[in-house]
């Protein structure tokens, strides 16, 4: 709560004290009573309403390996609160010609591992950016999506000046809640000596990353930022014999003040507007491969806290001299504050299919939400099934930017989906306009897209233009049909699921 806004609730209370001495004989006091008690709770209820997310966060630069067959650890499935948000961000996914066009067909391993993992715990993929080896993927719980809006990504290249995108950053942006939230997974120049070359990457990229968006253009515009990747910061000075006895001792604190990135940010302003949790565990890079063991090849490199996960709140704007105003939404900001902690900040060296470790980093975010209510309404009408044709209506219940392009994906909800084009059909909205505010649109779909089996099923709006779905229908069933009981048909089992 601001100072001006606890001066306004002194006030009212103050005055609720006057009005309670004359009380007993005044009915106009009883009034003014209320009146007060109704502004005083109103002013304590804004800032206490708030709500915690739990983010989980990896980055690993993966050394253009295949996928380990199990990565359910590095994405703690079984902690608890469960997550809400995972954001995963890797550097030098395999990018050969010939893999690269095929991965843009039909997704990479990594997304289909991480897919397959997450899809059983209800978790869907909201977006993904990739630049070459650099790969960044939004997952969230279905109840979140109608509430991510506003989803850009983008890239910057910084290999070969700028014309080659080994090297470089990708980012995906987008209103959680309401609030402005962006993700930049960057993979910086390496080697010891490139210090300077990596802060000069890092600003160009922040420079050249735009998006459309009038309120927050450019990277630092967004409420909070989480900077990551394979940011290649080395330890400076230290002989290998000091490295290597202070991180087997676990005296990681020796190495700190020597840590490149620890170093810049005493120097650089922009750094000092990030913060970091401590790095209180065994640098992630160089190890031989499917080992625990540091670099033992003829380079035998230095060990070093390459892999790393920072993150920023917009700090408070300033305000002028000769206006008095503030240079941005600053009161906006006071009435829904967003607090951001780190819970988790580890490596974990159990997987050794690259000789970089993953780095993984665990975040509440207690928010006041801004926006509670969905744009869409979807309902399911009467029973379903293959022996006849469905209906289902769908109403506009805010502005948005809707489209004849839009569609309604029926998904299976049992073995859950993993995006939005992972849908078992789907019929189109309204074909010939874009439905009005309020207006409840009918929509049909055909009997013989319709699954022949039984299962549980959601409905979910998919939106052109905002490149997500953005409202679910209640979960339904559909009853099984009369030509499965009379052919017998069973359900199909992939991966212990049924289908």
């Not at 913060?275 to 080992?291: A, I, N, V």
């Amino acid at each position: 709560m601001t100072s001006s806004l606890r001066v306004i609730l002194r006030q009212r209370l103050a005055h609720l004290l006057v009005c309670l001495e004359d009380l007993s004989s005044d009915d106009e006091a009883n009034e003014e009573v209320s009146h007060t008690l109704d502004e005083a709770f109103y002013l304590c209820g804004k800032y206490t309403n708030r709500e915690s997310f739990r983010l989980h966060m990896v980055t690993w630069n993966v050394g253009t390996a295949e996928p380990p067959a199990d990565v359910r650890s590095l994405l703690h499935l079984d902690s608890q609160p469960a997550t809400d948000l995972f954001v995963i961000g890797l550097q030098e996914v395999n990018a050969t010609p010939v893999r690269y066009i095929s991965d843009l067909i039909s997704e990479d391993s990594w997304s289909h591992l991480l897919m397959d993992t997450l899809a059983p715990m209800g978790y869907i993929k909201v977006t993904s950016v990739r630049m070459q080896g650099l790969l960044l993927i939004l997952f969230a719980k279905q109840v979140h999506l109608p509430f991510i809006r506003d989803i850009q990504s983008t890239y910057t290249r910084t290999g070969l000046f700028g014309y080659w995108g080994n090297k470089g950053g990708v980012s995906v942006r987008f209103s959680f809640y309401g609030h402005m939230l962006c993700f930049l997974n960057c993979h910086l120049a390496a080697h010891l000596n490139y210090a300077l070359q990596r802060m000069d990457e890092f600003e160009y990229i922040l420079d050249r990353q735009d998006f459309d968006m009038y309120n927050t253009p450019q990277v630092l515009d967004h409420r909070v930022v989480f900077w990551f990747g394979d940011l290649n910061f080395r330890i400076a000075d230290h002989g290998m014999h000091f490295l290597r006895s202070s991180i087997n001792n676990g005296r990681f604190n020796l190495l700190w003040n020597r840590d490149q990135l620890t170093m810049m940010k005493k120097q650089e302003p922009i750094l000092q507007e990030f913060e970091e949790g401590p790095l209180c565990f065994k640098p992630t890079y160089k190890f031989d491969r499917f080992s625990e063991t540091y670099d033992t090849s003829g380079k035998k490199r230095k060990p070093a806290w390459t892999d790393r996960i920072l993150w920023r709140i917009k700090p408070k704007a300033i305000e002028t001299e000769d206006e008095n105003r503030s240079t941005s939404s600053s009161a906006d900001d006071d009435e829904y504050p967003i607090k951001v902690t780190q819970d988790m900040y580890t490596c974990d060296v159990s997987y050794g299919v690259s000789d970089h470790k993953p780095v993984i980093a665990t975040f509440n975010l207690e928010m006041r939400k801004k926006v509670e209510t969905p744009v869409v309404t979807l309902t399911v009408e009467g029973h379903w099934s293959a022996d006849e044709d469905a209906t289902f209506t769908y109403t506009i219940l805010e502005n948005f930017e809707s489209s004849t392009w839009d569609w309604i994906g029926l998904y299976k909800v049992r073995i859950g989906f993993r995006s939005a084009s992972h849908y078992s059909t789907f019929a189109w909205v309204k074909d010939d306009e874009v439905a009005a505010n309020g207006e409840v649109v009918t929509v049909q779909m055909n009997k013989n897209e319709l699954p022949l089996l039984a299962g549980d099923y959601v409905l979910g709006y998919y939106s052109t233009n905002l490149q997500t779905l953005i409202a679910f229908s209640p979960t339904f069933q559909i009853l099984e049909s009369r030509q499965a009981v009379t052919e017998g048909l069973l359900p199909e089992n992939i991966n212990g699921h049924e289908k």
